[in-house]
């Protein structure tokens, strides 16, 4: 006869079984999601290492001389002059470091009255 310390045992074997097999289940399921990663991001790889090849013909030195003979004219391009050239100091200055406006009405339509000023930089792009 059975008796009451063998059921229990035996429940107890069955639950520990179900968990093994069930955490042995998940484990299987992640290791199949981490392959399927490894295959997109080789997929990514591939493709990037494919565009910079794509990038380094297409912009080889001598196919663009080619392009601009034979399409300068049509284009009208030009090389540009050193005098366009900007320097970081003659850039505009950032978002955060424009100056907040002094009167009431600047203040409600701050945007306008910093736009309506004039700048004096010097570029070599715009004679003045």
Known sequence: MLRTL???LIVVMTAAATVTYTIK??????LEEVRKLDV???????????LRADWALLTQPNRLE?????????LQLAPTPSTQLA????????????PVPEDEKAAKDGVAAIINKTDNMATGSVAR
Do not use: C, S, Y
Request: hydrophobic share 45%; glycine share 4%; aromatic share 2%.
């Open 87 to 98: 320097q970081p100091k003659e850039l505009p200055m950032l978002k955060a470091d424009l």
């Open 25 to 30: 289940h998940r484990a299987e399921n992640k």
């Open 40 to 50: 997109a991001i080789k997929l990514e790889e591939d493709t990037i290492d494919l």
């Open 66 to 74: 080619r392009l601009v003979g034979a399409f300068g004219a049509d």
């Open 6 to 8: 063998d059921i229990v």
